[in-house]
């Protein structure tokens, strides 16, 4: 069988300044009826793990670290025996939300996974933090850009560490240089295209 994605939301908040605001959070999770990568834990573990349904987990891999990205991590990874895949560029946000715990694999560009008989690969995409992280499924036509490219143009630069700048060349050298049919799987809200952002990046 072959790889498949499956979506599933979970809603939490994130904090900035000092403020919380509610927020709905994409997971995505690659894989087939045996095994599946999880992209993302925010909020709370008990809805992914519904969403894995006892499959095998065999990466939990975060984007980047802001908070509402990697809050559920350490209890996935407790659940599941899953290994944590993060950008180091990121450790100070992790280290926020998780003192006294570490996660156990760098997230580097290049990192590959394969999964389902799936590869991705990781593409460095700074800017909305400085380790911020897309994994590109070119067998899936897909791409998972976390909080970096969303529908509608780049990823929200007023977060810890996030430099407007470094998205837009980001997006311009890493994602738009994508096929334009490729899809883009977003940290919040609704798919998108390459082609269809390509026209929303000044």
Known sequence: MAARIDKTVV?????????????????????????????????RAEP?????????????????????????????????????????ADRMLWDVVHP????????????????AGTTLTALSTPGHSPGSTCLLAPDLGTVFTGDTLFRGGPGATGRSYSD????????????LTLPGDTVVRTGHGEDTTVAAEAGNIS
Do not use: K
């Not at 095994?35 to 834990?41: G, K, T, Y």
């Not at 407007?164 to 994602?175: C, G, Q």
């Open 11 to 43: 809603s939490g908040v994130f904090s900035l300044d000092g403020q919380d605001f509610d927020v709905d959070n994409n997971v995505w999770l690659v894989g087939d009826d045996d095994e599946v990568l999880v992209i993302d834990a925010p909020h």
């Open 100 to 115: 006294g715990t570490a996660p156990d694999e760098e997230l580097t560009e290049g990192t590959t996974f394969t999964v």
């Open 48 to 88: 992914i793990l519904e969403a894995v349904g006892g499959r095998r987990v065999t990466a939990i891999v975060l984007t980047h670290g802001h908070n509402d990205h990697i809050t559920a991590a350490v209890d996935l990874r407790a659940a599941t025996g899953a290994p944590v895949w993060f950008n180091p």
């Open 164 to 175: 407007e700048p470094t998205i837009l060349d980001s997006i311009r050298t890493r994602l």
